[in-house]
């Protein structure tokens, strides 16, 4: 920073103003929480209600004033500050100006206080009185300590919050940019500009859709912290509900969108690659379903208390602390994709765990207790700043917090006196939460390997994908399971006959169906050969597969039967389906996946392990024709549009008559990306049945060489008869016929000079037929050398062996070498089926949403 | 005993039962001393490329392999052979961890994560 510089042409109000949003957003929420929470302590009075109501409006004009103010500087190009600068420029597109707007983590944290606003002012207008305080109360909390993260505020080392509005000057990561030394430094400067690989059509539609999700997460957990606070733990799951579902439907969307997003753009192979950040989406939506289910048992039944808070209260901790991972840099290694390190990984331990207190706090019915807790609490809290040792005070700190809760249950907790039915659907359906709660979280603690090592000092590596597939199978077939026969039980009790003689028809329909699918698909070619650990997974790919069959056909009759194909009462009928097939598109897309380019070096690395025996790199020179599946593949060129190079290459296929049809073509693309590096982005054609996914591992991006000319290869010897074919790397060539300048009778008479002719017919990829005719010279009984060559496809033949008595000649092929010659190396796929899979994501997106309606117009009929 | 008690049992089993597995058969971040030591064991070694020994990689013998010179974290200098086409960018990697074994005097990985240098890494790059 220079300080002696005088700036022109800053537009410091529009900072400032930014500022004031800032700090009002902040104050306003503040005030809305204390003011919601003295309302919630008075029955008669409805000045706190104004009071705090406003309060809230007030907030929310302000993060609505804090977003606008950010699109208007990104929008006008002010680069004075510093966020626009990192993540716009003069060319921006105006479509990419969100993708902008959130691609930092400022963005992004005001993204997620954006769509809390909007839900905050649709709960606080559509909700009971009764629950309204005590909701309102915490959800304003909630964005205190969002709205905190905005503020950039130090407080001695110690800085509180990131601030989208801070300026270039004044941002030290860029206090040596020499611009800075200029007084009008702003007429000269352009933005750094949107990283390129975030400016496609699902950057713009999945962050905000994934973040309404996060937020959604909000609402039932604010309904069962205020549940807990006025110790009535049943009326707030009936209005809850609706939003749970909501919750389930919109983050749902979000996580498929990623998973599309990664399939489409991104070169792993796959949609879902157990990554970290993609896990810190997925759980809290398996958290969320198995809240959802457990709150219909209360709503139907009673009961479930203690899970139905636990559930929909960690659904919300899980998005913050996810969070703390993806933002807070802890992931280092293990992530390649986790966001920059802001400096503000203690705020964000310190928030979750706040978070926590307060549930632990409001489960405590004990005046003494709750006291001595937050003494506890505190003091921790101060050893820690003060003294250090961090980690060991943390996990004390989570010990106690973990006992009081056990206590506070068994001493405070109302719990049932009847005990469920081994046939009664609240049973099944609790069995089938904890199995999605059991699920989350060893889902979470595979993510938290690296914090792991961080609490206890250990080195340990992250998980494989392989080893999460591994174990989330086994749940996986619980989960169908349970899916499949739950909805058969009655609520209290049913008749085990009735229960068994329903579920058969489906049972039968899945063996037989599963059988007949399952045992070509693993058992007749892969099984035999496997390893110890690979039949296992086969025999549960196999159990998965029956399974989700089932659960399919289960809920098709469930809704056929029992509801009478009536679509509003099918919602879960129709969701259950879209789970059931996206676990089976995801299994029959991943276990059956094929690589179909093949590696042709002869080296075998299999000696070294299972994990090495992957030869599936192809290479691809211009004009070859190489197999891939069924699929006969030729590299066209490439071809550079600004930063993206995309390799172009025509799939070819065999008609009835083995002529060559272009079938489709593809073009993968590198991304020649200054600020990030290259990335490979694959192209593939989907077709119902099957996708063929291609992308380049390795490429040449820079125009190459001219080709050297006459420089041929060590030619390969043919021998071959009349019609036979001879293959080369760019044709087939075809012994048309043989012919010579003398009959049989000439030569035996006139042995002087002998000139046997071979036509040959070769054939390019494209179907055109050159002739070529090597000559073999005989001239008293020893062979003239003689070539041909054939210029078109580069191939040299020198005709040289004639065999009478077996009839064949030999011909030596020889092609012209290519050492500069464009070539790629890529690797292909065939995803079966994956299309199940997508299908499956809607069908189930489709199925939240009629209950969602269904529940809302229930609601509607009958208010409480 | 109430069938909630016992599922409560169950889970807790289950949890503490994928916990302890997992820590036992998942590998570890290590070095190439320790890989050495147990040849067959599949270790994370994090490094850093040798630059001033050029990356070996002809796809016109094997597309699937490449070599390359890495010094580990503690400073020793190995031979890496990587079972894979050669990472386009591996020229500027800042730190690399390599997933495989030790095998004689050479390290045999069958994957590899590269840092690079860049200002946002808050996107997906490629794995």
């Known amino acids: 920073m220079n300080n002696s510089t005088v700036y022109i042409a800053e537009r410091l109000w529009v900072g400032q103003l930014g500022n004031g949003f800032v700090i009002l957003s902040l104050l306003a929420a503040l005030f809305s929480a204390i003011g919601y929470y003295f309302y919630s302590k008075e029955v008669l009075t409805s000045e706190w209600k104004k009071f705090a109501n406003t309060a809230f409006i007030v907030h929310s004009i302000s993060i609505i004033g804090i977003a606008a103010t950010l699109f208007y500087m990104l929008f006008n190009h002010f680069y004075e500050y510093s966020y626009v600068y990192q993540h716009s420029n003069n060319e921006m597109p105006l479509q990419y100006i969100m993708s902008c707007f959130w691609e930092g983590q400022e963005g992004s944290f005001l993204l997620w206080a954006f769509w809390n606003v909007v839900l905050g002012n649709i709960l606080r207008k559509t909700i009971e009185v009764k629950w309204e305080a005590p909701t309102m109360a915490i959800f304003a909390l909630v964005q205190v300590f969002i709205a905190s993260m905005l503020l950039g505020i130090y407080f001695g080392d110690y800085k509180l919050g990131s601030n989208p509005f801070i300026l270039v000057r004044e941002n030290p990561q860029f206090a040596n940019l020499p611009f800075l030394q200029i007084e009008n430094y702003l007429a000269k400067i352009d933005g750094r500009g949107l990283n390129p690989l975030l400016m496609n059509y699902w950057m713009t539609i999945h962050p905000p859709t994934l973040f309404l999700g996060f937020s959604s997460t909000l609402v039932p957990f604010v309904f069962a912290v205020a549940g807990l606070w006025k110790r009535d733990f049943t009326t707030w799951q009936k209005p809850a509900l609706t939003w749970t579902f909501f919750s389930i439907m919109i983050l749902g969307t979000g996580i498929l969108m990623g998973g599309a997003w990664a399939y489409e753009a991104l070169s792993f192979g796959g949609f879902w690659a157990w990554d970290p950040v993609e896990n810190s989406s997925l759980v809290p939506w398996i958290v969320m379903v198995g809240a959802g289910h457990v709150m219909i048992i209360n709503k139907n039944r009673g009961g479930s208390l203690f899970m139905t808070h636990l559930m929909a209260i960690a659904s919300f901790l899980l998005v913050l602390y996810s969070t703390f991972l993806t933002r807070s840099g802890i992931l280092g290694n293990s992530s390649v994709h986790a966001f920059t390190d802001l400096g503000m990984q203690a705020q964000l331990v310190i928030y979750v765990l706040t978070f926590v207190m307060i549930c632990v706090v409001l489960l405590i019915h004990d005046k003494l207790i709750r006291v001595s807790y937050l003494m506890v609490s505190f003091l921790i809290l101060f050893f820690g700043i003060v003294y250090g040792h961090k980690i060991i005070l943390l996990l004390i700190w989570i010990g106690i917090s973990f006992i009081i809760t056990i206590y506070s249950y068994i001493k405070f907790f109302p719990k049932e006196e009847e005990e469920e039915s081994l046939y009664s659907r609240e049973f099944w359906m609790f069995v089938g939460s904890l199995v999605f709660l059991l699920s989350a979280l060893i889902i979470t603690y595979f993510t938290s390997i690296p914090v792991m090592n961080k609490l206890f000092t250990m080195e340990k590596a992250p998980i494989k994908i392989a080893d999460y597939n591994l174990w989330m199978v086994p749940f996986a077939i619980i989960a169908l399971i349970l899916v499949a026969v739950t909805q058969f039980f009655k609520y209290k009790k049913t008749d085990p006959k009735q229960f068994f003689k329903q579920i058969s028809i489906s049972a039968v329909i899945a063996l037989i169906l599963g059988c007949s699918a399952v045992i070509p698909l693993y058992f007749l070619k892969d099984y035999s050969s496997a390893s110890s650990i690979n039949k296992w997974n086969l025999i549960s790919y196999a159990i998965l597969f029956i399974s989700a069959l089932f659960a399919v056909f289960c809920n098709l009759d469930y809704w056929m039967r029992v509801l009478k194909g009536k679509i509003r009462h099918a919602g879960s009928s129709i969701a259950h389906i879209g789970f059931a097939l996206i676990l089976l598109g995801a299994l029959i897309s991943t276990s059956k996946k094929q690589t179909i380019s093949k590696n042709s070096s002869k080296k075998n690395v299999a000696s070294l392990g299972e994990d090495f025996d992957a030869k599936k790199s192809l290479v691809l020179t211009i004009g070859d024709t190489l197999a891939m599946g069924n699929y006969l593949v030729t590299y066209k060129g490439k071809e550079r549009k600004g930063i993206d190079v995309f390799f172009n290459m025509d799939y070819f296929t065999k008609d009835a008559n083995g002529k060559l049809i272009k079938a489709f073509e593809l073009s993968p693309m590198i991304q020649d990306n200054p600020r990030m590096g290259t990335s490979s982005h694959p192209d593939t054609k989907h077709f119902l049945s099957n996708d063929i996914y291609t992308h380049i591992t390795y490429g040449i991006l820079s125009d190459t060489k001219a080709v050297k000319k006459d420089a041929y290869r060590e030619p390969t010897n043919f021998v071959g008869h009349m019609n036979d074919t001879i293959f080369s790397d760019n044709a087939i060539i075809k012994i048309d016929s043989i012919t010579t300048n003398l009959s049989e009778k000439q030569f035996s008479e006139n042995d002087s000079l002998l000139v046997v002719t071979a036509v040959l017919k070769a054939t390019d990829i494209n179907g055109t037929t050159y002739r070529a005719t090597p000559k073999y010279i005989l001239k008293n009984n020893s062979v003239l050398p003689s070539e041909f060559e054939l210029k078109e496809l580069g191939l040299k033949f020198i005709f040289w062996k004639i065999n009478p008595q077996e009839g064949s000649i030999e011909i030596q092929v020889s092609e012209k070498v290519n050492s500069t010659k464009e070539f790629v190396v890529l690797e292909a796929y065939m995803f079966p089926f994956i299309n199940v899979l997508w299908l499956g994501c809607v069908i189930m997106i489709i199925g939240t949403i009629v209950a969602i309606i269904e529940r809302r117009r229930l609601n509607k009929v009958k208010p409480q | ?127």
Do not use: W
């Not at chain 2, 599922?7 to 070095?31: E, K, R």
């Not at chain 2, 730190?95 to 074994?101: D, E, M, R």
């Open chain 2, 1 to 127: 005993m109430k069938k909630i008690h016992i599922l409560g049992i169950v889970v807790i089993a289950v949890a503490i039962g994928v916990i302890f597995t997992s820590l036992q058969s998942s590998a570890t971040y290590s070095d190439f001393i320790e890989a050495s030591s147990n040849p067959d064991t599949e270790y994370h070694v994090v490094g850093k490329l040798n630059k001033s020994i050029p990356v070996q990689y002809d796809p016109k013998i094997n597309a699937d392999e490449c070599s390359f010179m890495m010094l580990d974290n503690k400073g020793v200098e190995k031979r890496v052979v990587l079972h894979k086409s050669v990472p386009q960018d591996i020229q500027k990697s800042e730190q690399i961890v390599l997933i495989g074994k030790m095998q004689g005097n050479e390290f045999h990985a069958n994957d590899i994560l590269m840092k690079c240098p860049s200002k946002y890494n808050d996107a997906k790059p490629q794995a």
